[in-house]
C-alpha cells in the first residue's frame, strides 16, 4: 500500500478483555516495528521484525503482550487481560532498510487503545 | 542517564525567526539520527536524517550533529505557524535494532 495501514483507529476495551491491532506495513518493506506513545510519555519499543527472523521482543513490557507477522507482511499485536496502564496509542512503523537506521521509519496512524 | 534528551518547552518563537531545537543522547557509538515532527493527535512524520558530523540541509530545515559533544540540534528557519507541532529526536540503539526516541519538544510559532 501507499502507507503503513493500522486498525483499528480506536479500540475501548473492558478491563480484562484481550485486544487485537494490525498493522499492514508499506509493500516492500521488510522492517517492522511496533511501539506505543502513552500521554506525555516518549515512544516506547516494543518489538521489532525484519524478514522471516526470529523478531527482536526486548521491548515487550509482559508476558500480556505477543505480536506475530505473518508471511512477512502484516502484524498483529496482542494484548492479553488488558490492563488500565495499557491505555495508549500503539504505533506501527515500517522501513526500507534492514534496520530502521539507513531510512528512518514510516509510521502508521495508530491505534489508540482505552481500557475501561 | 536517559538515552535520549530533549527539553519538553514549549519552545515559543515568532514568525519568520529561527527556532533552534536541541537533543542530546548517551551511547557514544550511535550512528543514526532523525528528527521527527508529530502534530497533536497524529503520528510522527520524518523531516531530517544526519549520519555524519556538521551541517545538513533541506530547505527550511538544518540538521546538525556533533558527535563528540553527543548533540544533535535541529533548526528551523523562516519559522511559520504550520511548524507548530512536537519535535522528536532519534537515535539508533546499539544494542539492538530499534531507534530510542526522545520525549520531544514541543514548539509554538506565534504570528
Known amino acids: 500500500g501507499a502507507g503503513v495501514s493500522q486498525s483499528p483507529s480506536n479500540k475501548v476495551t473492558e478491563k480484562g478483555k484481550d485486544v487485537e491491532l494490525r498493522c499492514d506495513p508499506i509493500?516492500?518493506?521488510?522492517?517492522l516495528y511496533w511501539y506505543r506513545q502513552s500521554l506525555g510519555q516518549g515512544l516506547e519499543f516494543l518489538i521489532y521484525?525484519?524478514?522471516?527472523?526470529?523478531?527482536?521482543k526486548s521491548g515487550l513490557p509482559s508476558d500480556r503482550f505477543s505480536a506475530e507477522r505473518t508471511g512477512g507482511s502484516v502484524s498483529t499485536l496482542t494484548i492479553q487481560r488488558t490492563q488500565q496502564e495499557d491505555s495508549a496509542v500503539y504505533l506501527c512503523?515500517?522501513?526500507?532498510?534492514?534496520?530502521?537506521?539507513?531510512?528512518?521509519?514510516?509510521f502508521g496512524s495508530g491505534t489508540r487503545l482505552t481500557v475501561v | 542517564q536517559k538515552e535520549v534528551e530533549q527539553n519538553s518547552g514549549p519552545l515559543s518563537v515568532p514568525e519568520g525567526a529561527i527556532a533552534s531545537l536541541n537533543c542530546t543522547y548517551s551511547?557514544?557509538?550511535?550512528?543514526?539520527f532523525f528528527w521527527y515532527r508529530q502534530y497533536s493527535g497524529k503520528s510522527p512524520e520524518l523531516i531530517m536524517s544526519i549520519y555524519s558530523n556538521g551541517d545538513k540541509e533541506d530547505g527550511r530545515f538544518t540538521a546538525q550533529l556533533n558527535k563528540a559533544s553527543q548533540y544533535v540540534s535541529l533548526l528551523i528557519r523562516d519559522s511559520q505557524p504550520s511548524d507548530s507541532a512536537t519535535y522528536l529526536c532519534?537515535?539508533?540503539?546499539?544494542?539492538?535494532?530499534?531507534?530510542?526516541f526522545g520525549k520531544g519538544t514541543s514548539l509554538l510559532v506565534t504570528p
Open positions: 509493500s516492500g518493506h521488510t522492517a
Open positions: 521484525f525484519q524478514g522471516n527472523s526470529a523478531p527482536d
Open positions: 512503523a515500517s522501513s526500507l532498510g534492514r534496520t530502521g537506521f539507513e531510512y528512518g521509519y514510516t
Open positions: 532519534a537515535v539508533n540503539s546499539n544494542s539492538g535494532y530499534a531507534l530510542n
Open positions: 551511547d557514544r557509538v550511535s550512528q543514526s
